[in-house]
Structure formats: structure tokens, C-alpha cells
């Protein structure tokens, strides 16, 4: 009778037990942070705190890989490591008792090898945080255009979540706006002003930098800037680097800059794209002419920049679709571009146009003859997406590819000749 009764108060204490693991809900994601060619960070919000387990493996059937912390939380942070590149998993959550949530839609792939060339797809979207129709519309039609060619991760570009880039806001914005893509693209994110009203990066705290796990320490490859302000990653050949046109010093004395400069100095990647929030050149809902924090970009990050030969520069904050000529070296107001010296190529740059920008060779262009350029398109979709496309590498200028103007005499300035000799 003793041991029956035992038995019994065993059977109910465990029924408790796997009554609280198992009626666990996940209130948000799970999503994908720092992406490289070796690991991926997952995280997750749940109702009740518990320990956390990542099950993962290259088959959705078999999920033969485990990864957790022991801690118990409802904020789960979970790094994947050990990764293969190029590689795509299939993953589930949970916690030591079994899986939470997870099936065949629960994926993600890791970066390419460092420097490999790869065509890379990118859905960008810039101040998105109205989690309303014309959000949900663009979602919807992003998933209809990129069904048989999937992006490989996802970036915005600030103004994340309206008005004032609460948790509430993001959870409305972002989590339930965006939940089947969160958990298969990861992304990055730069700072804008409605997610700085209520984040400091001074100090990196804020519903911002809570939800977002930003590289400070080169993880992802870079320079270290030790903070998630303003960072830098890789991907396959191309160096991205996210500034913070919002809430960090914007002067080229100030760390940011200084660190821009450094980290430039050693990248050893064939494409190079800046992102931040506010816009050097625009005259949509804001305009560049006036406004303090689009002119000090424009006028201290944009020289940096230039010097390295950065390619493609996405921001956001004006509330229309602008896209610029390739321009060089225009830092001054709207009424002073020079068309002549300050538009390298009036094209689209669309292979299916006027074609590819040319990377010249490398006679070409210590010579003098012919501008920095790279092999392959930036093309961009009505979906938002961004697209690089690779092409065979050093090909020669001509009158057909390239619609550059020549560089000065004496060839190009140091830093890009620099640049094209570490980037070959």
C-alpha cells in the first residue's frame, strides 16, 4: 500500500513536470542572428522560463545535433557552432524535456567560405515598422517573388518598428509580421531614429539592442568594434559594414569613423556595401540638402568610403524608392554635382538592360584608364530584394562595358589602388 501510494505521488509529480515543459508557448520566433560559414545563433521568447535546446541536422527528419544552455529563461539565446559553409540545416527549440516547435519550415543556411564568390540574394527592407496591410503586402509579395530563388538572408535598414521601437512595437512589427521568414532568413539590422527613441547606443541598451545579437568582436568576420552600434560582417566576397547615422558620433574624430577607417584598411573582399539609416543623397520625404545627420554621413563616412571603393551603399528614412547613378566623390549639396566628374556610369547596371558594370583589368586600372569595378550587377526586384550576381573575374574594359570616366592622371588615388590589389 506504501509503495502504491508512493508509485502514485511519483506518477503525479512527473505529470506536473512534463505538464509545465510541455505546455510552454513561444511568444516570439524563433529567429536567426549572425550568420557565418560556421555558425548561427537562434533565439526565442517562451512564457515560461526554462532551459534551452537547439536540435539541428541536415534533414528535416533527422534532427541528430544538439546544442543548449542550462539556464533557466523565457529569453533563449542558443549558439550553433561547428557549422559546414554553404550548407543548409533544418532545426527545432525547446528545452531539455523534448521540442517546442520546429518542422521542415524551421531551416537556415550558413554563409559561404570567406572571399568565395557566390551569387548572393538580399531581401532589404528600409523603415517597414507599420505592422499594417501595405507591411503585410510587401511580405506577402516578397514570399511569391522569391519562392523558387529564396534570399539568403534579410536586412533592415531602421525603422524597424513604429513609433517609438518599444518591445510591444517589435513584437507587432516584426515577430508577428514576419515569423515564417524570421526563422529562415537571418538578419541584420542598422539603427534608425524611431528605434533609437527608445535605445541608447551609448551604452547598447533598449529593446533594440536586447532583441538584436550584433558581431562586436569581428566574429563574423571585420575588425572589432566592440560594439553593436556600428559592425561589420562577411559574406562569401563581400564586406558589409553598418554604421549608426542616429545616436553614435558622426564626425570623422569620432570612434565610429575612426573604426570605419581601420576596418576598411584590412578588408580583403572584392565587394564592398556600406548600410546605415539616414541617406547621404535624397529628395523624397526627407531631404539631404538640409538635414544634419544626411549631410554629416554624406560628408564624413561617404570620403572614407569612397577612397576604399565601396560599390553599393542601402539606406533608409525617406519614405520613397530612390535609387542614385554611381557617384563619386559628391559631397556637397544637390546643386553642386558635376554630372561629368561625379557620375561614373549612367546605367542600371541590370544585366538584362544595358548591362554589368565591368571590373577592368588590372593594367586598365593602375593606368588610369579605367575605375574600380567589379564583375557582376547589383539588380534590385519590386519585392525589395537586392541581388549580386557574379561574373567571370578581370574582365577588360570597353566602350560597350564600361561608361566610366577615366580616372585622373597619374591613375587612381592610393587607398583604391590599395584596395584593388587587396581585393583581387
Known amino acids: 500500500m506504501t509503495r502504491k501510494l508512493k508509485s502514485g505521488f511519483l506518477l503525479i509529480f512527473l505529470g506536473l513536470l512534463a505538464s509545465s515543459a510541455w505546455g510552454q508557448t513561444i511568444t516570439r520566433g524563433p529567429y536567426l542572428q549572425q550568420q557565418t560559414d560556421h555558425s548561427m545563433i537562434v533565439r526565442w521568447r517562451t512564457d515560461v522560463a526554462t532551459d534551452s535546446v537547439v536540435r539541428y541536422g541536415t534533414s528535416s527528419a533527422t534532427l541528430n545535433l544538439t546544442s543548449s544552455e542550462p539556464g533557466s529563461t523565457t529569453e533563449h539565446t542558443v549558439l550553433l557552432s561547428g557549422l559546414s559553409a554553404d550548407t543548409e540545416y533544418f532545426y527545432s527549440v525547446g528545452n531539455a524535456a523534448g521540442t517546442i516547435a520546429g518542422d521542415s519550415s524551421y531551416h537556415f543556411g550558413t554563409s559561404p567560405v570567406p572571399g568565395t564568390p557566390a551569387n548572393t540574394r538580399i531581401w532589404v527592407i528600409g523603415d517597414s515598422g507599420t505592422a499594417n496591410s501595405n507591411a503585410r503586402a510587401v511580405r506577402d509579395a516578397f514570399k511569391s517573388w522569391s519562392a523558387s530563388e529564396p534570399a539568403d538572408f534579410m536586412f ?120 546605415w539609416h539616414h541617406p547621404p543623397y535624397t529628395k523624397g520625404s526627407h531631404d539631404s540638402d538640409t538635414e544634419g545627420r544626411l549631410i554629416d554621413m554624406r560628408q ?125
Open 156 to 275: 533592415m535598414l531602421g525603422d524597424n518598428a513604429y513609433n517609438n521601437g518599444t518591445d510591444p512595437e517589435y513584437q507587432a512589427a516584426v515577430f508577428d509580421t514576419y515569423p515564417e521568414l524570421l526563422r529562415q532568413l537571418p538578419v541584420w539590422s542598422t539603427l534608425g531614429n524611431h528605434d533609437g527613441y527608445s535605445a541608447d547606443s551609448g551604452t547598447q541598451t533598449g529593446p533594440y539592442y536586447d532583441i538584436f545579437d550584433l558581431p562586436t568582436l569581428a566574429e563574423a568576420g571585420g575588425q572589432a568594434s566592440f560594439t553593436e552600434a556600428y559592425y561589420s560582417f562577411d559574406y562569401g566576397n563581400i564586406h558589409f559594414v553598418v554604421l549608426d547615422s542616429y545616436d553614435s558620433d558622426r564626425s570623422t574624430s569620432g570612434n565610429m569613423l575612426q573604426w570605419l577607417e581601420g576596418d576598411l584598411a584590412m578588408n580583403d573582399k572584392p565587394w564592398l556595401v556600406a548600410v
Open 300 to 424: 564624413n563616412a561617404l570620403p572614407i568610403l569612397d577612397a576604399w571603393g565601396v560599390d553599393l551603399v542601402l539606406t533608409g528614412h525617406s519614405h520613397t524608392y530612390e535609387r542614385s547613378y554611381l557617384v563619386d566623390g559628391h559631397y556637397g549639396t544637390s546643386g553642386t554635382l558635376d554630372v561629368g566628374a561625379n557620375i561614373l556610369d549612367i546605367g542600371d547596371g541590370s544585366e538584362t538592360s544595358d548591362g554589368a558594370i565591368c571590373r577592368p583589368s588590372l593594367d586598365a586600372f593602375l593606368s588610369g584608364g579605367c575605375r574600380l569595378r567589379h564583375p557582376g550587377a547589383i539588380q534590385n526586384s519590386g519585392s525589395g530584394e537586392i541581388l549580386l550576381r557574379h561574373s567571370p573575374p578581370h574582365q577588360s574594359c570597353s566602350s560597350g562595358q564600361d561608361r566610366a570616366s577615366a580616372q585622373a592622371p597619374g591613375g587612381p588615388p592610393a587607398k583604391r589602388r590599395e584596395a584593388y590589389l587587396r581585393r583581387l
